[in-house]
């Protein structure tokens, strides 16, 4: 995964690219960042380079004097951003679900509310939105 639990104890790597609470648990979106790696990325960039990306992230020091450590940067950061949104965009109703052995349930309490209907639709189309805007343009430099 291009996102690692470590660098996420207070949503770190997340909020580079959208706007969380740093409350917010890692073990929440991680699913969903597992699939849309899986079902939007891999298929567009291939295997190989995804490991390439993911070696990327996971290696410590980087010299970023070098061109190609550059370039790989951006090009980690521009693949997490549309990731991150379309991962929050597919699991936009599990997150603001409570499941459990009795039921699925809506989360709220006397200080927070759920989002109003609109606004619930107009972030969803943002969150696609943006993913996909982001994905497809990487197709184009392919």
Do not use: C, P
């Given at each position: 995964?291009?996102?690692?639990?470590?660098?996420?104890?207070?949503?770190?790597?997340?909020?580079?690219?959208?706007?969380?609470?740093?409350?917010?648990?890692?073990?929440?979106?991680?699913p969903h960042i597992q699939n849309a790696e899986r079902d939007y990325l891999v298929p567009l960039?291939?295997?190989?380079?995804?490991?390439?990306l993911i070696t990327f992230c996971n290696e410590e020091v980087h010299n970023?004097?070098?061109?190609?450590?550059?370039k790989t940067n951006q090009l980690?950061?521009?693949v997490q951003s549309a990731v991150v949104h379309i991962?929050?965009?597919?699991?936009?109703?599990?997150i603001?679900?409570?499941?459990?052995d009795s039921g699925f349930k809506r989360t709220e309490s006397n200080t927070v509310k759920s989002l109003f209907k609109?606004?619930?639709?107009?972030?969803?189309?943002y969150l696609r939105t943006?993913?996909?805007?982001?994905?497809?343009?990487?197709s184009f430099l392919n």
């Open positions: 995964m291009l996102f690692s639990k470590e660098k996420n104890a207070k949503m770190e790597e997340v909020q580079k690219y959208i706007s969380v609470s740093s409350s917010s648990e890692f073990e929440i979106i991680a960039i291939g295997n190989d380079l995804y490991q390439r970023l004097t070098d061109e190609s450590v550059q980690l950061a521009f991962a929050y965009w597919i699991g936009f109703d599990v603001n679900a409570l499941i459990t609109y606004q619930e639709h107009n972030l969803k189309h943006s993913g996909f805007t982001l994905i497809q343009y990487f």
